[in-house]
Nanobody, 123 residues
Framework: QVQLVESGGGLVQAGDSLRLSCTAS????????MGWFRQAPGKEREFVAT????????VYPDSVKGRFTISRDNAKNTVYLQMNSLKPEDTAVYSC????????????????WGQGTQVTVSS
């Protein structure tokens, strides 16, 4: 069992930056690929970023590519999402997930999910 807790969300202005963190319980964090997802009101969950177990392979959708960066620190059981040049359309609840592979996470197939943290970007 893996428990995930996100933090770092908040209210920012367009163009600002935020760094989200997701800390996992347990000793098996490095066994999982990790991903970030977001869901805005009335919309489906959207894939935002994924990183493999070693941290040397990442994937992003075009909507965030070049602005968001996912990274992980296996010694701290934590995955990060650095978000730069934020836009109002980035407003959503951001959740992290742990899964078997980055490829499956890209398809929104995660084994464990966090509760999420709200990110609001004002114009």
């Amino acid at each position: 069992q893996v428990q995930l807790v996100e933090s770092g969300g908040g209210l920012v202005q367009a163009g600002d930056s935020l760094r989200l963190s997701c800390t996992a319980s347990g000793r098996t964090f490095s066994s999982y690929a990790m991903g970030w997802f977001r869901q805005a009101p009335g919309k489906e969950r959207e894939f935002v970023a994924t990183i493999n177990r070693a941290g040397d392979y990442t994937v992003y959708p075009d909507s965030v590519k070049g602005r968001f960066t996912i990274s992980r620190d296996n010694a701290k059981n934590t995955v990060y999402l650095q978000m730069n040049s934020l836009k109002p359309e980035d407003t959503a609840v951001y959740s992290c997930a742990a899964g078997i592979s980055a490829a499956r996470l890209r398809l929104k197939s995660g084994d464990y999910w966090g509760q999420g943290t709200q990110v609001t970007v004002s114009s």
